[in-house]
């Protein structure tokens, strides 16, 4: 195997390693956020470093890569599929800790009624499944693939969309929640911002292998 090419699948090992270590975040927030688990919060606060290592040490590998290799064409297109998706990894990682403070806050599990009324557990799952297909589009090299999850980000911001209106009204009736209700409020734009981040990493499969660029392209045919 060439030289340039083993580079290529140690920079891909070591993202997919970052993906794992996220995936662990996202996963293990979800628990956390369902039974108000302040000690596996504190787990995913602590995680937080340890990513934004991998982060720096990919786009070090990155860097080299790019000066010692002077890559061109679907090989320079990998190592900036890389990149952009390393930064978007390190944000979704950040934004697991962001969702972990809030659950740190809480001194009792969210009213289960709050939680059935703004769907959160369906759009965190909806979540979850989005970056680890992205993972496995990432994996197989499968741009078709990714143009599917760019697809399910639609019922994400569905329900968020809808969480300002049912979280105003639950609190209008249940005033001794409001500190829960807008913590609530927080982490469903926090999962939005998930699909969001997920989206972006799609969007570079699709580059990579394609030479495509379709980002904002859903945007401009809403302007037309």
Excluded at 28 to 57: C, F, T, W
Excluded at 103 to 124: A, G, H, I, Q, S
Excluded at 177 to 196: Q, T
Aim: with cysteine; proline share 3%.
């Amino acid at each position: 195997m060439p030289q340039i090419d083993e580079e290529l699948n140690r920079l891909r090992e070591k993202l997919l390693e970052m993906w794992d270590l996220v995936d662990y975040q996202l996963t293990s927030g979800r628990d956390a956020m369902a039974n108000a688990d302040h000690e596996l919060a504190q787990r995913i606060i602590k995680l937080e470093r340890k990513v934004n290592s991998y982060d720096i040490k990919i786009d070090r590998l990155c860097e080299n890569f790019l000066a010692l290799y002077t890559p061109v064409a679907v090989d320079l297109r990998a190592v900036l599929a890389v990149l952009k998706i390393n930064t978007n990894l390190e944000r979704i990682g950040d934004t697991a800790e962001g969702m972990a403070r809030f659950v740190c806050k809480l001194d009792r599990p969210f009213d289960p009624e709050l939680v059935e009324l703004t769907k959160v557990l369906v759009m965190y799952d909806e979540a979850l499944v989005m970056f680890r297909e992205c993972r496995t589009a990432f994996v197989k090299d499968d741009p078709k693939h990714a143009k599917q999850i760019i697809k399910l980000d639609k019922a994400l911001n569905k329900i968020y969309r809808k969480s300002d209106v049912v979280i105003t009204n639950y609190l209008q009736a249940n005033s001794d929640r409001i500190p829960e209700g807008l913590a609530l409020l927080s982490i469903i734009k926090k999962l939005e911002r998930v699909g969001d981040q997920v989206t972006n990493m799609a969007e570079e499969i699709i580059f990579y292998r394609e030479a495509k660029v379709v980002k904002h392209k859903g945007k401009k045919k809403k302007k037309d």
